[in-house]
């Protein structure tokens, strides 16, 4: 019972990495209608990013704030010299185009850090672990991730409900081309989503750091995950994609903890525990493929679309 | 359906040509790196034909292809493992489960649009990859090595790498050629007229769902043949020739050479291989240069390399 | 008495909050040139696509030929003989117009499961087409691709692609759209001729072409039937002149 209870925290710690990642990836296709199979790239590069930065200031909070204004320029860079030009293929040739960034971004990590990947330590005051229920322990690190998820959630809520720029935005993910016959600089507005989202990718990257990975590759792995968490929700929509990957996120933490342990019981050893491996892996899937069989929009569409 | 001397098909005819003789290129030089280098060329063409046949003509994208090469592969070592080292016991197995599979994941996603189909068929292939990861009798994660390729009696000798490399020619010759008079047929124009104007297709009295299933099914089985090529090739597989990043290669491949085009998928899978094996020797870090390339391509070239030598969609 | 080829009983569609069709009542015998008319937004575009199968209605039901087709999906409904024009241009823009038609007439000549012969050598497909091109005055244009035709030429092979399915009854959706006076003159005369060779439902909002051609009118406003009768006795209907003849707009 306490396994299940840190490991549905997990779980939600997992999906609020998760969120971060999605919420940039389904504002940029809402708005832009683009495919950026480079979002990982820049989820790998926040990570770099924090690793570095936390080795030269020796703190990890600054670290991870220069990490995240360096994301938000490194992604309006690109949007700037790169992806700008992708708005007006189609879907298949912006795939090319992404792919090829893709390529270049785990080439240039290789180049610039080396091949052997880095790390990112905690500060101290984040190494331990609190009591959050009578006989529960659970690491601070992982509350703070929660946290801070929620707090950018929270302010993603406001500025894209209450704020003019927010008001572009829903507009935008839902009828593009009135939004600039409003005579809005779409083009502003392009560069801005974009920065965004690559800062959302980044934190999500350096948050991670401490307790994964930082290496090159690292994006191909969790962009998948991202991707499905985007088709459950419904493309365009943040809130889908923070519903979304928090089912995600249990689904999947908690399937791999107990699965192979549920196959166990009615299945020989062997057969166990390579069918408990894959099944486990495959459960977010198959929570897809039951979404979108009901609902094949996912489960918040944008309006309009 | 012109067959004019344009310069697609001079050039479409010299590439043929040039691959034709590989084999003597390498026994003249010695050379036997090039030869496998090649094959592999001519095995991932294969794929990019089936690849362009559904998103080329038909209009519907699939981010899973490589799950085809893993379930060909996979046949093909598994029945390997278990002693049916025949290659007309594996070969039909192998296609025959990979339609099955297309069956199955186009009967789910050819009913979504965009980015969901996308996503779907992307999922079914990451699905069959941790399949694959689990299979602990087949290697798991670090692969099936398969000791000897597929035996077809006295037939003709696989082991024998020149033989094994015209054979892929062959069937890569004849798949361009049968999916060309595929396209045309009425199947091929019910596709295209799917991939045109699905709207219409009903409103004129076509059931496209089936035709577009049909297709999808006949893609999969063409890209696990390619599949059971490789497994022989490389005398291995491994879930890691099914992640999606190999799908992406596969996408690539085919836009590259330009979509709804004959010989498009043959040019891109050449210029993307050769690219990334020339790179590979001038620089460590090839990935620097093909990026910004493919990128390039994307930007500009809106029809691919097709149609940089005059292409227009065929049809 | 033979029953009408169109039934349509109380079809009602409503989009959110908004009533496209309220309880529309129609019967269109074999043989006549029905003409629909309302202003901008009243929900004629709703019922062509009630009626084609694209949308599924939230009440009442579509008979054609004493068959139930409410559930039917479009290309059912096509096979058993209603055919439609689109109000927006929908042709295979890459494909030429006799590749169009042809495609029509392949749909009604059995399955495409035939993987071989090439389709464009098969006079079985290609003859036809050639023929219907003729009748709607394109013959001269069969290889040029869509996108290159002209706008009323476009619209002409909207007809054509609907006629090659060889349709028991015709919906056309405002053939004339976006037409020139020429042009317009030449869509006029095909639909004359079609008139009392099919049974037609009109949308249109040219009343000289309206009224020139139509046994029957019948008058949506805001989705709801206001009149519907021979075509003296709507001009003369004193609703239909508050409600749009006598706006004088189109």
């Known amino acids: 019972m306490l396994y299940f209870i840190e490991q549905s925290l997990n779980g939600v710690q997992l999906g609020m990495l998760l969120f971060l990642l999605a919420a940039g990836l389904t504002l940029i296709f809402g708005i832009m209608d683009l495919v950026n199979l480079a979002h990982g790239s820049l989820y790998m590069l926040g990570a770099y990013f924090a690793a570095t930065f936390a080795a030269l200031t020796d703190s990890f909070v600054l670290g991870a704030i220069l990490a995240i204004v360096a994301s938000l320029i490194a992604g309006m860079a690109l949007e700037v010299i790169a992806i700008r030009p992708l708005y007006r293929r189609d879907h298949l040739g912006q795939v090319l185009g992404t792919f090829g960034l893709l390529l270049f971004f785990d080439e240039l990590v290789r180049l610039v850090w080396g091949p052997a990947g880095m790390t990112l330590s905690l500060p101290d005051a984040m190494l331990s672990a609190v009591q959050i229920l009578p006989g529960i322990y659970y690491p601070v690190y992982r509350l703070v991730i929660m946290a801070v998820t929620l707090a950018v959630a929270g302010l993603l809520y406001v500025i894209v409900m209450r704020t003019r720029l927010g008001m572009l935005i829903r507009a935008g993910a839902s009828n593009r081309e009135m939004v600039g016959a409003l005579g809005v600089n779409i083009t502003l507005l392009y560069t801005l989503v974009f920065g965004l989202g690559a800062a959302l990718a980044g934190l999500a990257g350096l948050m991670q750091a401490p307790i994964l990975t930082v290496q090159i590759g690292m994006g191909e792995n969790i962009l998948i995950l991202a991707f499905l968490v985007i088709a459950i929700g419904g493309i365009g929509s943040i809130r889908g994609a923070f519903v979304a990957a928090l089912l995600v996120g249990l689904v999947d933490t908690v399937g791999r903890a107990f699965v192979p342990d549920l196959l166990h019981t009615f299945l020989s050893e062997a057969a166990a525990s390579s069918l408990g491996r894959s099944l486990s892996s495959m459960m977010i899937y198959l929570l897809m493929a039951v979404v979108l069989v009901a609902r094949p929009e996912g489960l918040f569409p944008a309006a309009g679309r | 359906m012109t067959a004019a001397l344009n310069p697609r098909a001079a050039v479409s005819a010299g590439v043929v040509a040039v691959l034709a003789l590989i084999p003597l290129y390498a026994w003249l030089t010695g050379d036997v790196f090039a030869l496998t280098l090649f094959t592999r060329v001519l095995i ?202 190999r799908s992406g290669d596969l996408i690539v491949m085919a836009v590259l050479g330009g979509l709804g085009t004959s010989f498009g998928p043959l040019i891109g899978a050449v210029t993307y291989l050769l690219l990334e094996e020339a790179l590979s020797r001038l620089t460590d870090y090839p990935g620097l240069f093909l990026g910004p390339a493919l990128l390039l391509v994307a930007i500009y070239l809106h029809g691919g390399i097709a149609a940089l030598l005059g292409a227009r969609r065929d049809g | 008495m033979v029953e009408p080829l169109l039934e349509v009983e109380s079809l009602t569609k409503r989009f959110g909050g908004v009533v496209a069709s309220d309880a529309v009542t129609l019967d269109i015998p074999r043989g006549e040139f029905h003409a629909v008319i309302g202003p901008n937004g009243a929900g004629k575009s709703t019922l062509i696509a009630l009626l084609a199968g694209e949308i599924a209605p939230q009440a009442g039901a579509i008979r054609f030929a004493g068959a139930d087709v409410t559930d039917l999906s479009v290309d059912r409904r096509n096979r058993l003989g209603l055919a439609r024009s689109f109000q927006i241009t929908t042709l295979f823009r890459d494909f030429t117009a006799l590749d169009n038609v042809a495609l029509a007439v392949q749909a009604h000549s059995g399955h495409s499961f035939r993987f071989w012969r090439d389709a464009r050598r098969d006079a079985r497909l290609r003859e036809p087409a050639e023929a219907v091109l003729a009748r709607v005055g394109l013959a001269a244009r069969g290889a040029v691709r869509v996108d290159r035709l002209s706008h009323g030429e476009q619209r002409q092979l909207e007809i054509a692609l609907a006629l090659a399915t060889k349709p028991r009854m015709l919906l056309l959706d405002e053939p004339m759209a976006g037409m020139g006076p020429e042009e317009s003159a030449r869509m006029l005369a095909l639909l004359s001729e079609l008139k009392g060779a099919l049974t037609v439902l009109l949308i249109e909002h040219d009343m000289e072409t309206v009224f020139a051609l139509a046994d029957r009118i019948t008058v949506l406003v805001y989705g709801r039937v206001i009149a519907s009768g021979a075509p003296a006795a709507i001009k003369a209907d004193a609703a239909v002149r508050q409600a749009y003849l006598g706006e004088g707009h189109e």
């Open chain 2, 44 to 245: 991932l063409a294969l794929a990019a034909v089936s690849l362009n046949l559904i998103m080329g003509y038909g209009g519907m994208i699939s981010f899973g292809h490589a799950a085809y090469i893993g379930i060909g592969g996979y046949a093909v070592g598994i029945l390997w493992r278990e002693g049916f080292a025949s290659g007309f016991v594996q070969w039909p197995v192998a296609v025959a489960v990979s339609a099955l599979f297309a069956l199955v994941v186009g009967a789910l996603s050819l009913r979504t649009r965009g980015v969901y189909c996308l996503m779907i068929t992307l999922a079914f292939a990451q699905m069959i990859y941790y399949v694959a990861s689990g299979l602990d009798r087949y290697g798991g994660d670090d692969g099936l090595t398969i000791r000897s390729r597929s035996e077809f009696g006295g037939l003709v000798d696989l082991s024998d790498t020149t033989q094994f490399y015209y054979l892929c020619l062959a069937l890569l010759v004849a798949s361009i050629y049968l999916v060309w008079r595929l396209v045309n047929s009425r199947f091929g124009l019910a596709i295209q007229g799917a991939r045109s104007n699905e709207r219409r297709m009903r409103a004129i009295g076509f059931p496209t769902f089936r035709y577009k299933l049909a297709c999808f099914v006949i893609a999969g089985a063409l890209c696990g043949l390619a599949g059971v090529l490789l497994a022989n090739h490389t005398n291995f597989i491994s879930p890691a020739m099914m992640f999606w990043t």
